[in-house]
Nanobody
């Protein structure tokens, strides 16, 4: 089992930045792909970004390319999401996820086995 705990969400004005963190605990010896998803009210939970265990491969949703950056520190069992140039449409609950089904950074919900509780990000216009 892997436990994931997100932090760093909050309220920010459009154009601002936030950095989300997700700390993993438990069975962290496995080589997990890590991802960030988000879910806005009334919408599906969609991929934001994902990163392979080595950090050498990443994937992003088209809507965040060039604005968001995913990274990880395996020594700290932590994944980060740097979010710049935030827009009101980025408002959502952001979830961290971990999966070991593939070495490639998966972009589908069923690529992941473990989920955090989520952290709210609100971008005001």
């Amino acid at each position: 089992q892997v436990q994931l705990a997100e932090s760093g969400g909050g309220l920010v004005q459009a154009g601002g930045s936030l950095r989300l963190s997700c700390a993993a605990s438990g069975r962290t010896s496995s080589r997990y792909v890590l991802g960030w998803f988000r879910q806005a009210p009334g919408k599906e939970r969609d991929i934001v970004a994902a990163i392979s265990w080595s950090g050498g491969s990443t994937a992003y949703a088209d809507s965040v390319k060039g604005r968001f950056t995913i990274s990880r520190d395996n020594a700290k069992n932590t994944v980060y999401l740097q979010m710049n140039s935030l827009k009101p449409e980025d408002t959502a609950v952001y979830y961290c996820a971990a999966g070991a089904r593939s070495i490639a950074p998966g972009t589908r919900r069923y690529d992941y086995d473990y989920w955090g509780q989520g952290t709210q990000v609100t971008v005001s216009s």
